[in-house]
Each structure stands twice: as C-alpha cells, then as structure tokens.
Nanobody, 124 residues
Framework: VQLQASGGGAARAGGLLSLPCAAS????????MGWFRQPPGKEREFVAT????????YYVDSVKGRFTISRDSAKNAVYLQMNSLKPEDTALYYC??????????????????WGKGTLVTVSS
C-alpha cells in the first residue's frame, strides 16, 4: 500500500499550488483521507481532511477559505488546492488515510497510512 503526494514546489505569496496524492495497493473509497504538514523546525500539524463520500471537508482555521480538499474515489486520490499562499504555509506536506474520519484531525491519533512528504516553499 502506498500514498504518493506530489505537486510541491516554490511559489510566491498570493500564488497557488495543487497537491495530488495518489493511493495504490488497496481501495480507499471507505477511508477518510487528508493532509498534514510540518513547517521547518516545528511539529507536524493538521491541514485538512475529507470523509469517505467527499461530503464533509474539514480544515484547520489557518487555511479555511484558501485551501480546498477534494477526492476522486474512482482514481483513489485526494487533492489539496492551495490558493492565496502565505509564507507560513511553507512546510513538508503529507497525505494520509484512515478509516476514522472523526479523529483524523488529531495529531496524536495515528493514521493507518501515510505518504512521503512533498515540500512547499512560499516566498514573500
């Protein structure tokens, strides 16, 4: 089983990036999926999650109105559209999947599957 995030790179403040995460090895259509990030020198933090049907996205306050999470179960993928980027969005972004949506946002709740990170750097 593998989650592969991509799409990271450099952007200017106010710009946009889109992060896809492709899952393989098993279907994730019944799983919650989402994103965490780890800024340089800081702990990992929750960014966004979406339930199995895609009907309930949930965001950390700092990205609400700027980031959009979506999923395509047919493609076994989750996406993070990041608009109006800020320098404080600079981080290594990780996608994850877990059967439990309600606890997904908790950093201490260990998700079943993690992908390797993709680096996002936002300059001012």
């Amino acid at each position: 089983v593998q989650l592969q995030a991509s799409g990271g790179g450099a952007a200017r403040a106010g710009g946009l990036l889109s992060l896809p995460c492709a899952a393989s090895g098993r279907p994730f259509s019944t799983y919650a999926m989402g994103w965490f990030r780890q800024p340089p020198g800081k702990e990992r933090e929750f960014v966004a999650t979406i339930n199995w049907s895609g009907s309930s996205p949930y965001y950390v306050d700092s990205v609400k109105g700027r980031f959009t999470i979506s999923r395509d179960s047919a493609k076994n993928a989750v996406y993070l559209q990041m608009n109006s980027l800020k320098p404080e969005d600079t981080a290594l972004y990780y996608c994850a999947a877990d059967p439990r949506y309600s606890d997904f946002f908790l950093n201490e709740y260990e998700k079943a599957y993690w992908g390797k990170g993709t680096l996002v750097t936002v300059s001012s």
